[in-house]
C-alpha cells in the first residue's frame, strides 16, 4: 500500500552549495524527491530517524568526511539495502579502490557531467527497487506456505482463522482483518478478527454491509479506496453511522462458485492496494476457503457414515421380505430393481447387474438418483414425488449410468406391485443402440430434406399414382404453387403440359434413351400454377425398393434466364455480323476508290489532250468530249463509293438486290 511504501528519497550530502544545488536540479527535474546536508554531521543527524532510497555523498567536507559517513551507513542494519553514491574529485585508483571497499555501491569523478549522474542513481534505483520486490514477494510467499500448512493441519478451524486475519494484518498492514461467512437470508457470522476478540462468533446483518453484499453477489474482490466518499455505502453515511475506517478491501471466500465468506481488510487511514497485494489477498482467500470446505466435507462424511450404516441395516431387513420373489426376479429377461420410497435400491436381478455392469453390492447401495446420470437427477426427484402420489409411469426412456462410466439408454417401467412392502417395482431394458440409431436417422433424414430444400432446381417426387409427395422450395418458385396445396393434394401430370407426363415417363422407362428408369438432360416446357409455360432441363428417374419402381422424381432447372442470354447472345452475333459487313465494304470501297482514281485521272488527262489536237476535226473531237465526260462520270461514281459508310441496297433486275450508293454514301 502505497502509506507503507519506504521512502523514494534521495539525500545529497556536499558541503559546496552550488554543487548541491545542482544536483538538486537535476534530480528533481528527472521527478526524484531530494534532501540535502551540508555536512557530514548533518548527514548522520538526518539518518537518525530517516532511511533514504539512495544516498548521494560527496566525500571532501569538513568535520566529517564522505568516508566517515559511509562507515555510519554500512555499520547499521537497516541501511544495508541502500545504495550509496561517491562524488569525488580524487582519480587514482588506489583512491576509488578504497571507496568501493568503504561500501560505496558507484562513484562519480568531479567535473561531473549531469547525465552520469541522474542515469547512475536512476539505475541504483531501480536495482533497489527491484530487489525490494523480490524479498517481499518471498517473505509472501513463506507466508502463503506458513498458512497453507497451519490451514491443511490444525484441526481447529478456528485457530487457522484467527492465523490468517493476524499474518494478513502484518503483511498488508492494515488496521482490521476479519473473516465473514454468509449465513442464510442476509445473515454473516464473524468467525475470525485480529483486532477485536470481542467481534468474534458475532452474527451480523448483511443489509448493515453493503460491500459484503455486493462481494457475495458479484463473487469478485471488492476494494473501496475511500469510504467517506465511495457510491456504494451512501445509504450506511445517510443514516449516519460512524464509518471509522478509511479504506477497505473486500475478498471472497469461493469454492466451485460458492461465495462462502469473505475476508474484509480495513485500514483507519486512506490506502491504496497494489497488484501485488491484491493477489496475494485473493491467494491466502483461496486457500481458505479450501479449508473451510474441507472442515464441512469431514463433518458431512461423518454424518453420511452413521446416515449410511443406518439405511444399510434396514435395507438388509428389507431384502429378506424380497427373498419370496427371487426365482422369478432372476429368470426374467429384463432388468429389475425394487426400489423404496425413498428412493434407495434393495434388490436387483442378475440381468440388472448385467445390462449396468454394477456388482450387487454397489447397486444395492445406490439411490434413484445416482443410478440416473446427473442431467437426470431432477426426473428421478420428480418420479419419486410421483410414486407418493400414485403416478407409476411405464415405457419411458431414461439415460442410467454404468459401471464403465457410460450412459446408458433404458426403457423403463414403475409398477406398484409391491406396495404392500412399501417399495416400488422398476424393470428395463438397455435400447441404447435402438434410440441412437433413430437419432441417426432422423438426423440424416434431416439433412437430406435440408440439402433438397436448399437446392437451385427444383425437386418433385410422386408415388407411382402420380399423387405428389415432395415439392421444395426451389419447385415452389418455379410453379408458384405453395408446397402445403400440392403435397398429398396435387396429381403430378398437372405441372406438365397436356399427355407430356406420360411420354416423360415412357422415356423413363425406355432403356434406349439413357438406360432404364432413367431420363437425363430432356427439354421440355412445364406449366405454373397461372397456366405460363416455363422452360426448363428435366433429368428424372424412378425410385426402386427391392428393385421394384415405387414412384418417381424429377430435377427441375430453369432454363428462361439462359434462354433469354442465348438469345440476346445470337442478337449480339448478328450485330457484330452487320458491323462487319459494314466495315468490309467501307475498306473495299475505300480501296476501290483509291485504285480507280489514279488510272480515271489518266483517261480524263488524255481525253483533254486529244481534244485539244482534234479542235478542227469535229467528229473526233466529239469523241475525245465524250471520253472525258463519261470518264468524269465514272471519277463522281467512285468519289461516292469512296464514301459508302452503310450498307444499303435497292432492286435490280428481277428479284436481285444491288448497293444503293446514294443512300449508301449519304453523309
Known amino acids: 500500500m502505497n502509506a507503507c511504501l519506504e521512502s523514494t528519497t534521495v539525500l545529497v550530502v556536499d558541503d559546496d552549495a552550488i554543487t548541491q544545488a545542482h544536483l538538486v536540479e537535476v534530480l528533481e527535474a528527472a521527478g526524484i524527491r531530494c534532501a540535502v546536508a551540508n555536512s557530514g554531521v548533518a548527514a548522520m543527524a538526518w539518518l537518525a530517524d530517516k532511511e533514504p532510497a539512495l544516498i548521494l555523498l560527496d566525500l571532501v567536507m569538513p568535520d566529517a568526511d564522505g568516508l566517515k559517513v559511509l562507515g555510519y551507513v554500512r555499520k547499521l542494519a537497516r541501511f544495508e539495502g541502500v545504495p550509496v553514491v561517491v562524488v569525488t574529485a580524487e582519480h587514482g585508483e588506489e583512491s576509488l579502490q578504497r571507496v568501493i ?21 536512476k539505475g541504483l534505483l531501480r536495482s533497489r527497487e527491484y530487489l525490494n520486490r523480490i524479498k517481499r514477494r518471498e517473505a509472501a510467499q513463506k507466508s502463503i506456505l506458513g498458512l497453507s500448512q497451519v490451514l491443511a493441519s490444525t484441526p481447529d478451524v478456528s485457530t487457522a482463522l484467527g492465523s490468517v486475519v493476524h499474518q494478513l494484518a502484518g503483511l498488508l498492514r492494515v488496521e482490521r482483518a476479519s473473516i465473514v461467512l454468509f449465513g442464510e ?3 454473516g457470522h464473524v468467525v475470525a478478527s485480529n483486532d477485536d476478540p470481542e467481534i468474534v462468533d458475532r452474527t451480523i446483518s448483511l443489509s448493515d454491509y453493503p460491500e459484503l453484499q455486493e462481494v457475495r453477489e458479484t463473487r469478485f474482490p471488492l476494494v473501496l479506496a475511500d469510504t467517506h ?4 455505502l451512501r445509504p450506511v453515511r445517510d443514516k449516519g453511522r460512524p464509518l471509522p475506517f478509511r479504506s477497505s478491501a473486500l475478498f471472497p471466500l469461493l469454492f466451485e462458485r460458492e461465495a462462502l465468506g469473505a475476508i474484509f481488510l480495513r485500514a483507519t487511514s486512506l490506502t491504496t492496494f497494489d497488484d501485488f497485494e491484491l493477489s496475494l489477498a485473493s491467494t491466502i482467500a483461496n486457500a481458505t476457503a479450501i479449508a473451510l470446505r474441507n472442515a464441512r466435507t469431514v463433518q458431512s462424511l461423518k454424518d453420511a457414515t452413521q446416515h449410511s450404516t443406518n439405511a444399510r441395516a434396514e435395507a438388509e431387513r428389507r431384502v429378506q421380505l424380497f427373498q419370496r420373489y427371487a426365482d422369478f426376479f432372476e429368470s426374467s429377461a429384463d432388468g429389475i430393481l425394487v426400489i423404496a420410497r425413498n428412493g434407495q435400491l434393495l434388490f436387483t436381478n442378475p440381468r440388472a447387474r448385467e445390462i449396468t455392469g454394477f456388482s450387487e453390492t454397489r447397486l444395492v447401495g445406490m439411490t434413484l438418483s445416482e443410478l440416473f446420470t446427473p442431467n437426470n437427477e431432477e426426473r428421478a426427484e420428480r418420479l419419486l414425488k410421483g410414486f407418493s402420489q400414485g403416478v407409476y409411469p411405464r415405457a419411458v426412456d431414461v439415460t442410467i449410468r454404468t459401471e464403465r462410466a457410460e450412459s446408458m439408454i433404458v426403457n423403463a417401467s414403475f409398477s406398484s406391485v409391491m406396495h404392500e412392502d412399501n417399495a416400488i417395482l422398476l424393470s428395463f431394458r438397455d435400447v441404447t443402440q435402438e434410440r441412437r440409431t433413430a437419432i441417426e436417422l432422423k438426423q440424416t433424414k434431416e439433412f437430406l430434406e435440408r440439402v433438397i430444400d436448399s437446392s437451385v432446381d427444383g425437386i418433385v ?15 415452389e418458385r418455379l410453379f408458384q404453387y405453395s408446397s402445403s396445396d400440392v403435397v398429398g393434394k396435387l396429381q403430378v401430370e398437372q405441372l406438365y403440359p397436356e399427355g407430356v407426363a406420360r411420354q416423360i415417363m415412357r422415356n423413363i422407362r425406355n432403356p434406349e434413351l439413357n438406360g432404364y428408369g432413367r431420363l437425363e438432360g430432356h427439354r421440355v416446357d412445364m406449366v405454373r400454377a397461372d ?22 422424381v424429377g430435377i427441375f432447372t430453369d432454363i428462361r434466364e439462359r434462354l433469354r442470354m442465348e438469345e ?16 468490309i465494304l467501307a475498306e473495299l470501297a475505300g480501296a476501290a476508290a483509291h485504285e480507280l ?38 471519277a463522281e461514281i467512285v468519289r461516292k463509293v469512296g464514301k459508302i459508310t452503310r450498307y444499303e441496297t435497292k432492286s435490280y433486275v428481277g428479284s436481285a438486290k444491288i448497293l444503293d450508293l446514294e443512300k449508301a454514301s449519304d453523309s
Do not use: C
Request: no cysteine.
Open 597 to 634: 482514281n489514279q488510272p480515271l485521272t489518266s483517261v480524263i488527262g488524255y481525253g483533254e489532250l486529244l481534244r485539244r489536237h482534234l479542235e478542227g476535226d469535229e467528229k473526233l473531237s466529239n469523241a475525245a468530249n465524250i471520253i472525258i465526260s463519261e470518264a468524269e462520270r465514272m
Open 461 to 475: 417426387s410422386a408415388d407411382l399414382n402420380g399423387t405428389v409427395l415432395l415439392f421444395n422450395r426451389a419447385a
Open 101 to 121: 571497499a568503504a561500501g560505496a555501491d558507484d562513484y562519480v569523478r568531479k567535473p561531473f557531467s549531469t547525465v552520469e549522474v541522474l542515469a547512475r542513481v
Open 185 to 187: 437470508g442476509q445473515v
Open 568 to 583: 440476346s447472345l445470337e442478337r449480339a452475333e448478328e450485330e457484330l455480323r452487320t458491323r462487319e459487313k459494314h466495315a
Open 229 to 232: 466518499t465511495h457510491a456504494l
Open 531 to 552: 397456366g405460363e409455360a416455363v422452360p426448363v432441363v428435366l433429368s428424372a428417374s424412378l425410385v426402386l425398393e427391392n428393385g421394384k419402381p415405387i414412384g418417381s
